[in-house]
C-alpha cells in the first residue's frame, strides 16, 4: 500500500468520478474506482471513457513515482490504445499501470482493468512524456 505522505489531493476530474489512489511504487500504480450509476452509458454498464480514463491515469502515474512529495514528477500522454474485453461482474474497478520502458523524457505503459472478482474488463497500452511541475 501507499505511503500516506505520497498520497497526491484528487484533482478535480478524479475527485468527480470518484477513483482513489490505493498504490504508487516505483514503475507501478494502482487506483479503485467504486461503479456509480452515473458512470454508466446507455445500456447501463460503465462507459468506455471511464476505463480509458482510469487506465491513462493509473499507467501515467505508474511512471512518476520518485518516493519524495517535494519532488514531483509529472507526465503527459502521447498516445493510448484501450481494449474492451468485458463486463464488470462486480461493484469496483482495480486499474493498475506497469512502467515496461523508457528513457529520461518518455517512458511506456500498460494497464489492466479488473473488478474484485477477477474479471479483467480492459487492457491498454500507452507512451507519456515526462514534463515540469508548473
Known sequence: M???TLLEPPYPFQAHLDFRQIDWQPDYAR???PLAE?????????????????LDTVMGYCGCFTGDPDNKRLAMTLSLNTQFLSRP???MLIGEGRRTGGGNR???AEGVIHDE?????ATGSGVFRYRSPA
Open 2 to 4: 501507499i505511503d500516506p
Open 31 to 33: 487506483f479503485d474506482l
Open 38 to 54: 452515473f458512470l454508466g452509458n446507455r445500456y447501463g454498464l460503465p462507459h468506455g471513457g471511464v476505463y480509458a480514463t482510469l
Open 89 to 91: 461482474l462486480g461493484k
Open 106 to 108: 518518455t517512458f511506456f
Open 117 to 121: 472478482t477477477g474479471e479483467k474488463i
